[in-house]
T-cell receptor, first 113, second 112 residues
Framework: EPEVTQTPSHQVTQMGQEVILRCVPI?????FYWYRQILGQKVEFLVS????????KSEIFDDQFSVERPDGSNFTLKIRSTKLEDSAMYFC???????????FGPGTRLTVL | GDSVTQMEGPVTLSEEAFLTINCTYT??????LFWYVQYPGEGLQLLLK?????DKGSNKGFEATYRKETTSFHLEKGSVQVSDSAVYFC???????????FGKGTRLHILP
């Protein structure tokens, strides 16, 4: 069964550094998402992406964040200058149609020191 | 705004016990409802879903029925196993929106 994959599984970085989290959505999916889960808290929506542009973003998704689909398979989340409070599990998700079920990847645990 | 409320955990049960995890929602409209499960060290997996009132979602012995009159989607399982130990998230999705809205999650511990 096709699945969403994410790399790396765990990223440790120093405060102020840039990080790029990578996702490979399911191949025939057209809508892509990032969510995050701060330890012990609920999963929160960050951003959705369709047709090479952001279609919706939350108030969390400020100018420090950006997303890109650099080629036909990868979908990336960049955090320009990481803060301690960016430490979280970041989940990528994808779906074929916006009304369909979103399928989640295994997550990348980001630790900012 | 739209939201999901689920029972606080952790919930600790013995193997073969009956499980209920309560979930209620607030939405302006008719959402699709989901239960996702997160096993230790893993990502979010879709457990079951229901897209309209009175639909019952089921998978791996778990069930939940979409109750519009009580705005609820409680998760049940008749006989839990140690391998069911995980965090369970109730969630909703409105067709007009991109995002899924999650509850806070309920940690379930099953003792052998």
């Amino acid at each position: 069964e096709p699945e969403v994959t994410q790399t790396p599984s765990h990223q440790v970085t120093q405060m102020g550094q840039e990080v790029i989290l990578r996702c490979v959505p399911i191949s025939n999916h057209l809508y892509f998402y990032w969510y995050r889960q701060i330890l012990g808290q609920k999963v929160e929506f960050l951003v959705s992406f369709y047709n090479n542009e952001i279609s919706e973003k939350s108030e969390i998704f400020d100018d420090q964040f950006s997303v890109e689909r650099p080629d036909g398979s990868n979908f990336t989340l960049k955090i320009r200058s990481t803060k301690l409070e960016d430490s979280a599990m970041y989940f990528c998700a994808s779906t074929r149609r916006v009304t369909d079920t979103q399928y989640f990847g295994p997550g990348t645990r980001l630790t900012v020191l | 705004g739209d939201s999901v409320t689920q029972m606080e955990g952790p919930v600790t049960l013995s193997e073969e016990a009956f499980l209920t995890i309560n979930c209620t929602y607030t939405a302006t409209g008719y959402p699709s409802l989901f239960w996702y499960v997160q096993y230790p060290g893993e990502g979010l997996q879709l457990l079951l879903k229901a897209t309209k009132a009175d639909d019952k979602g089921s998978n791996k012995g778990f069930e939940a029925t979409y109750r519009k009159e009580t705005t609820s989607f409680h998760l049940e399982k008749g006989s839990v196993q140690v391998s069911d130990s995980a965090v369970y998230f109730c969630a909703l999705h409105m067709n007009r929106d991109d995002k899924i809205i999650f509850g806070k999650g309920t940690r379930l511990h099953i003792l052998p």
